[in-house]
């Protein structure tokens, strides 16, 4: 079955510097998702991506993060320069079609990258 | 008024109990539903999605009420494994490609 792959799984990291997470969607799919949790709180929003460019980001999404699409099959996020309550984990996920497209919007996520901020 | 809520529980049931759980959203221009399940540390599932007429998918029934902006769960003859924390996923206010996630509803199935 295929399936979204995230790296790394953990990473910690000193409070101001700056981190990357890395994803690889599913090879068909067209829309990219990142999503956070903070531990014992819900799964939030943070950015989607279509056709090489942002389509919607949420309040969370501030300047200190930033997505790409390097090539044809990574799908990044980068912290700038990260804070304490960025300490959650980092969801990707992917999906081949819209949302209103019954068995087209099944969106699938990876296992995470947890990211401990000290 | 949350875009998502649900009952956080815990719902602590006997095995082969029935046990159903129920969301509202605030957004009635919503056109996408589903039910996910994430396990303790893992990533969401998708479990099944909801459809207007409602649907069943083994032991699992959905049922939508665009009318009063509801979506219920029914989980039959529960098992141990079941025991997961049940998220309920609705398409956004502002982006019909963004899914709000609930804050989920935690299930305890026991011996």
């Given at each position: 079955e295929p399936e979204v792959t995230q790296t790394p799984s953990h990473q910690v990291t000193q409070m101001g510097q700056e981190v990357i997470l890395r994803c690889v969607p599913i090879s068909n799919h067209l829309y990219f998702y990142w999503y956070r949790q903070i531990l014992g709180q819900k799964v939030e929003f943070l950015v989607s991506f279509y056709n090489n460019e942002i389509s919607e980001k949420s309040e969370i999404f501030d300047d200190q993060f930033s997505v790409e699409r390097p090539d044809g099959s990574n799908f990044t996020l980068k912290i700038r320069s990260t804070k304490l309550e960025d300490s959650a984990m980092y969801f990707c996920a992917s999906m081949w079609g819209q949302l209103s497209r019954p068995g087209a919007n099944v969106l699938t996520f990876g296992a995470g990258s947890r990211l401990t901020v000290l | 008024?949350?875009?998502?809520?649900?009952?956080?529980?815990?719902?602590?049931?006997?095995?082969?109990?029935?046990?159903?759980?129920?969301?509202?959203?605030?957004?009635?221009?919503?056109?996408?539903?589903?039910?996910y399940?994430?396990?303790?540390?893992?990533?969401?599932?998708?479990?099944?999605s909801v459809y207007s007429s409602g649907n069943e998918d083994g032991r699992f029934t959905a049922q939508l009420n665009r009318a009063s902006q509801y979506i219920s769960l029914l989980i039959r003859d529960s098992k141990l494994s079941d025991s997961a924390t049940y998220l309920c996923v609705v398409n956004g206010n502002t982006g019909f490609q963004k899914l709000?996630?609930?804050?989920?509803?935690?299930?305890?199935v026991s011996p």
């Open positions: - | 008024r949350k875009e998502v809520e649900q009952d956080p529980g815990p719902f602590n049931v006997p095995e082969g109990a029935t046990v159903a759980f129920n969301c509202t959203y605030s957004n009635s221009a919503s056109q996408s539903f589903f039910w399940r994430q396990d303790c540390r893992k990533e969401p599932k998708l479990l099944m709000v996630f609930g804050t989920g509803t935690r299930l305890l």
